[in-house]
C-alpha cells in the first residue's frame, strides 16, 4: 500500500513540476496537469493559455500536445519567421492569413491573436481536428475573424482519402485513389484554392499539410497570388522538391532553410521587395 501511495505522489509530482517545454508565460490549467497524471493510459481534453494569451484546446489526442509545444515552445521561430513592418502593416489592415494543414489550428490563432485586425482561414480535412478547431476558434473568440475549410487543398473540388500514418494522426496524408487498406482510411473533402478564398489574396501562408505545399504553390502562382511570407513543412517523398524551390525563385522569391533536413525540410520563403 506504502509503494502505491508513494507511486501516487511522485507520478503527481512529476506532472506538476517537470512540466513539457512550454515557453515563460505560459498559464498551465489544472486541467492539463490532470491530463499529464493520467497519460498515457487515458488523455483527458485539456486547455493552455499561450503568452499571448490564445486558449489552446488539445484534445484525447496525444500528438495534440507535440504540436503545440512546437509551435509556441521552443521551435516557435520555425512556425513564425521575422515579419516585416511593412507585412505588419497589412495585417493590421484587415490582411488574410492561411494555416493549411491547420490540424487543432494553433498556428492560425497565434497569428490572429497577435494581429486584431487580421483575417485567417483554416485548411483541415480530419474530422476530429476540425472540431478541434472550432473549439479554439469560439474559445477565443475570433468566430468574426476566422472561417474554417474542412477540407484538404486538391486539384479539384471533390473527396479523397485520408490516410492514417503510423506516426500518428500529425502525419496523416491525402491519398486520390482507393488506398490498399480502407481501414486505415476515411473519405474526407477536398477543394481547389479559388472554390474556397475565391478572390482573397492571402498576406501569409503556413502550409504543413503532408504533401499539400506541392499543389498549394502550383494554384498560388497560377491564378497570380504571391503571398509576402510562407512557412512550407516540405515533404520530399510526396513531389519533386527541385521543382518546388525552382518556381518559387522564378516567381520572385527567396528562401531560407529554417530547417534544412532531408526528409523534413522546413523553408522560410519571403516576396522579394
Not at 513543412?233 to 513531389?239: A, F, I, K, T
Amino acid at each position: 500500500m506504502k509503494k502505491v501511495i508513494k507511486s501516487f505522489f511522485r507520478r503527481w509530482k512529476n506532472a506538476t513540476s517537470q512540466l513539457p517545454n512550454f515557453p515563460q508565460g505560459t498559464k498551465i490549467t489544472f486541467k492539463y496537469r490532470i491530463r499529464r497524471f493520467l497519460a498515457p493510459n487515458t488523455i483527458l481534453p485539456a486547455i493552455i493559455i499561450a503568452p499571448s494569451g490564445a486558449r489552446h484546446y488539445l484534445a484525447n489526442d496525444p500528438i495534440d500536445e507535440c504540436v503545440i509545444e512546437e509551435i509556441i515552445g521552443s521551435l516557435s521561430n520555425l512556425f513564425f519567421p521575422e515579419i516585416q513592418a511593412s507585412v505588419v502593416e497589412e495585417l493590421n489592415h484587415g490582411g488574410y492569413i492561411m494555416d493549411v494543414g491547420a490540424f487543432n489550428g494553433g498556428w492560425g490563432v497565434e497569428m490572429l491573436v497577435k494581429y486584431p485586425a487580421a483575417q485567417g482561414g483554416f485548411f483541415e480535412p480530419n474530422p476530429e481536428k476540425i472540431k478541434v478547431i472550432g473549439d479554439t476558434i469560439r474559445g477565443n473568440k475570433l468566430n468574426s475573424r476566422a472561417e474554417v475549410f474542412p477540407s484538404g487543398i486538391a486539384k479539384t473540388t471533390g473527396e479523397a482519402w485520408l490516410v492514417k500514418s503510423d506516426d500518428g494522426s500529425w502525419g496523416d496524408w491525402l491519398e486520390y485513389t482507393d488506398p490498399v487498406n480502407k481501414k486505415d482510411a476515411i473519405k474526407v473533402n477536398t477543394t481547389t484554392l479559388v472554390d474556397a478564398i475565391g478572390e482573397k489574396a492571402p498576406v501569409i501562408i503556413k502550409c504543413n499539410a503532408e504533401g499539400g505545399e506541392f499543389e498549394l504553390v502550383r494554384q498560388l502562382l497560377n491564378l497570380g497570388l504571391k503571398p509576402k511570407i510562407m512557412v512550407l513543412m516540405v515533404h520530399p517523398e510526396r513531389g519533386d522538391v527541385d521543382l518546388l524551390w525552382s518556381d518559387l525563385i522564378n516567381a520572385g522569391y527567396e528562401i531560407y532553410k529554417a530547417k534544412d533536413h532531408p526528409r523534413r525540410p522546413i523553408w522560410h520563403v519571403k516576396l522579394k521587395p
